[in-house]
């Protein structure tokens, strides 16, 4: 039986049968709820999934060129752009 807020009515005569209904449906509850544990360890496993997303993503390898390199700019969009799609994931 679920809790119900409305028992016992004011006034009413005590009943040990709906007061141990009550408390039994109560604790029921409380049980299912998730706890502080629970929600950490859930947090922490998120995270440490998020961090996964980028372990595929190489380091970029190069040097910086002392002069204007178009095809080491592009590399260097093309590590950003990787690096971006995978933090999406």
């Not at 029921?28 to 998120?46: F, K, V």
Request: glycine share 4%.
């Amino acid at each position: 039986m679920p809790f119900d807020p409305t028992k016992p009515a004011n006034n009413s005569p005590a009943s040990s049968a709906e007061m141990r209904s009550q408390l039994t449906s109560l604790n029921a509850d409380i049980q299912q709820r998730a706890t502080q544990a629970d929600l950490a360890n859930a947090i922490a496993n998120a995270l440490q999934q998020t961090s996964a997303n980028t372990n595929g993503v190489s380091n970029f390898g190069q040097g910086a060129d002392g002069s204007y390199n178009q095809t080491q700019m592009q590399d260097l969009i093309n590590k950003v752009d990787e690096l971006i799609n995978a933090l999406r994931r």
